[in-house]
């Protein structure tokens, strides 16, 4: 609770500041002159002062220190605030002005008249401040309840009318009379005019210039001098911003324009802010990301800074933000892309609604080489859309901006290629670049299913401190309740280069404890290497490479023959162990004791079952491996095996059939043919005579030579265990033949010699 407190109070109000102390833009001198001037005037006529400026740019502020200064000259002055923006209509917006002014009139007389204990002419019961029939606060309570009873428009022609009466001006004498004794000025503020619609900036204007005749009456109006001369123009003359200027003309005899704050002190309070965000979130970048942040900002960034309130917007976008994506995301994009929001909100939306132009190569689909130049033409008229309305130097800094957060741009404007490897270094960057963290940084937070970087660093410091394999595992577990197998195993694979040898191990035998919950189901063709089954195994194997001369390396590596759970992700180990030929990891020997541990867990677990039945994905490789170990051991098995049930042979010869790998399921893969390559396969491990009598012992010969054999189409043909023995005896007679005619051939060449 507390510390989402904090936070709270760490936001920047966009409120205007109230002190001389409170000023970075150095307008108080500003306020002092104008109030100086209200306060040294010696003559009675009403005046108007104009501030314009811009929103955000102080104007407020300006008014809040020319309020402060004619406090401080003494109780001479009637200062009243009047907010036209906080009224639901003109009519409501009218009543309260009239009801404001007379209650400050009446307010300040009586407070003054109580002290002295002889009633003044304006206190008396029958003759306070009044014409023959009404007093001052009266009257203007009573236009207040005209503009409620008969509406804004009829009840400013009323007030215009009223005041052009005699009775009305012997009021308006004694009224001046009463501040001229008393020397009292009234010092009347309106400001965020602009903040109304035009209807009301029209009400306003016209009630001060029907009431600003009233001596001793200085009015202080602030607004966007654009806004408010562009809605009003239309009423006027040639109905454009020309025609509303001229009609301000009339109304206000002193136009100033608020100074314009300094790039140096809107740059100053903009990094104060700044570094009020980052400290609050205890934040500290490092040098290289100070560097990588404050050239972009400064150079794309600041120069659309030109008022304080967007400053304050900026910096109170990153109070929201840091906290919720602190450590998962990279803090230098984070800041840029919230600046990106705030001072080019256009592109900002943009760029959320389109990620395929920022986060996606540029190359046509089946190529890496060729640009795709559609895409190319449609992100360049998107991009010259968006900045239709702004200067060549803010197209560039624009242009520059997007390239930084997103540099497959380069491809568009540089005509660059990326490798794989960059994409890679964006993702372990944290980079908005990368696809997998691209919508991190609009949703603030981590997207369901998604993998939270600190939850993974815990994951890995824990792994590096921690002994206990059964807290890593639980750890893991936890983790793949939340997030998908996939984005697991690939933040796993994106450190696999940087991950210490001790860590690793834990994390690898904590994958062995859960590999039943990673999919192996699916992947490109079938195969599974792109499943998180297949990246958990490749992820191992690449950490292995990583770590050639550990002294416990081999002994790792025989130890996760059996340690698994799963005997299938032991096998898939033992295959990436020996996959690539031009990296081997380990020598001759050692493979010869890794395959043995794996066919010794293969035969324990399989019991009476036989490793045929109880592995029959992996069977073919096992026997390939247990054949070299011990051969003669081998064909002992396979020959009991055998001998137990004849018609176990078609479980043998089904072991070296292809299959076509179902990718949405594996284990149901479809068997085709027994080819030329699985046949001979098949034969260097096994007796092919030995096969040969079995097959004909449980179908005759005459059987498979009734039907000619054929090869399967899936279209038309589907395999068979017939035509599969059939394909059998159609190699083995061409193996015989060949070795007949082989011999034919030696014998004449020993005849001929």
């Not at 096998?571 to 990436?576: A, Y």
């Not at 018609?647 to 010869?653: A, C, P």
Request: charged share 30%.
């Amino acid at each position: 609770m507390t510390e989402e407190k904090t936070n709270i109070e760490n936001y920047t109000a966009d409120r205007p500041v109230l002190s001389e102390s409170e000023d970075a833009f150095q307008r108080y001198g500003f306020a002092k002159r104008i109030a100086k001037t209200i306060i040294n005037r010696q003559n009675k006529e009403s005046i108007v002062f104009g501030i314009f400026g811009a929103w955000g740019e102080g104007k407020t502020s300006v008014i809040n220190f020319i309020q402060k200064e004619i406090s401080n000259a003494g109780d001479d002055y009637i200062q009243i605030t009047f907010n036209p923006w906080r009224f639901t209509d003109e009519t409501a917006l009218l009543t309260s002005f009239f009801n404001t002014l007379a209650y400050n009139i009446k307010n300040t007389f009586e407070n003054k008249g109580a002290k002295s204990k002889k009633k003044k002419w304006y206190q008396r019961s029958d003759e306070p401040l009044k014409t023959s029939s009404e007093n001052i606060g009266d009257l203007f309570q009573k236009y207040g309840k005209a503009a409620a009873i008969f509406g804004a428009g009829e009840a400013l022609e009323a007030i215009g009318k009223a005041f052009s009466d005699v009775d009305i001006d012997e009021l308006k004498k004694r009224i001046e009379k009463l501040l001229e004794e008393n020397k009292k000025r009234i010092v009347i503020y309106i400001d965020d005019i602009d903040r109304l619609d035009k209807t009301e900036i029209h009400s306003i204007l016209r009630l001060v210039k029907l009431t600003g005749d009233f001596s001793y009456t200085t009015y202080v109006l602030s607004f966007d001098q654009h806004m408010v001369a562009s809605a009003i123009g239309e009423r006027f003359g040639s109905g454009d911003k020309k025609a509303g200027d001229n009609f301000l003309e009339k109304i206000i005899q002193v136009p100033l324009n608020i100074p314009k704050a300094q790039p140096d002190s809107l740059k100053k309070f903009c990094f104060k802010l700044i570094d009020n965000a980052l400290n609050t979130n205890n934040i500290s970048p490092t040098e290289d990301e100070v560097r990588r942040f404050v050239y972009p900002f400064t150079t794309n960034v600041l120069p659309r800074l030109d008022t304080p309130r967007l400053a304050v917007r900026y910096g109170n976008s990153l109070s929201f933000a840091m906290p919720l994506l602190e450590a998962e995301v990279n803090i230098v994009d984070l800041m840029l892309i919230e600046a990106l929001k705030v001072f080019y909100p256009e592109y900002y939306h943009f760029v959320r609604n389109n990620p395929t132009y920022f986060i996606e190569p540029y190359t046509k689909k089946y190529s890496s080489t060729e640009f795709d130049d559609n895409k190319k033409k449609a992100i360049l008229k998107h991009l010259e859309e968006l900045g239709k309305n702004l200067t060549d130097i803010n197209k560039e800094n624009i242009k520059e901006l997007l390239q930084e957060l997103f540099p497959i741009l380069e491809s568009v404007f540089l005509n660059y290629h990326f490798s794989s490897s960059k994409y890679d270094k964006w993702y372990l960057d944290k980079r908005i670049a990368s696809s997998k963290y691209f919508d991190r940084y609009f949703s603030y937070a981590v997207i369901e299913g998604d993998m939270s970087d600190v939850e993974f660093e815990s994951l890995l410091n824990d792994a590096e401190s921690n002994e206990d394999i059964a807290i890593i595992t639980e750890q893991i577990k936890s983790i793949l309740n939340k997030v998908t197998a996939s984005n697991f195993i690939h933040k796993l694979r994106s450190r696999e280069d940087t991950i210490k040898w001790t860590s690793a191990k834990q994390l690898i035998r904590a994958l062995c404890n859960v590999s039943e919950s990673l999919p192996y189901k699916g992947g490109m063709i079938g195969f599974g290497t792109d499943t998180p089954f297949g990246q958990a195994a490749i992820f191992i194997y690449r950490i292995f490479i990583n770590n050639k001369d550990e002294p416990d390396f081999f002994d790792f590596a025989k130890e996760l023959m059996s340690y698994p759970n799963q005997f299938k992700f032991a096998c898939e180990i033992n295959r990436w162990f020996k996959l690539d030929k031009d990296e081997k990891l380990f020598n001759v020997q050692q493979e010869h004791e890794l395959n043995k541990a794996l066919v010794e867990r293969a035969i324990s677990e399989a019991g009476e079952e036989s490793i045929f039945q109880k592995f029959p994905n992996q069977v073919s490789r096992l026997c390939r491996m247990w054949s070299e170990i011990n051969k003669a051991e081998y064909d002992q098995y396979l020959s009991a095996y055998l001998d137990k049930d004849p018609s176990n042979i078609l479980v043998v010869i089904k072991s070296s059939v292809s299959a076509i790998v179902n990718p949405t399921d594996p284990d149901l893969s479809s068997k085709t043919d027994l080819g030329k390559e699985n046949y001979t396969v098949l034969t260097s491990i096994n007796d092919k005579d030995l096969l040969y009598r079995k097959i004909i012992a449980i179908t005759p010969i005459e059987e498979l030579e009734k039907e000619k054999v054929y090869w399967v189409d899936l279209d038309s043909e589907k395999f068979s265990e017939l035509n599969m023995l059939r394909q059998f005896l159609h190699w083995y007679k061409q193996d015989e033949k060949d070795l007949a005619d082989d011999n034919k051939e030696n014998t004449e060449e020993k005849t001929t010699i």
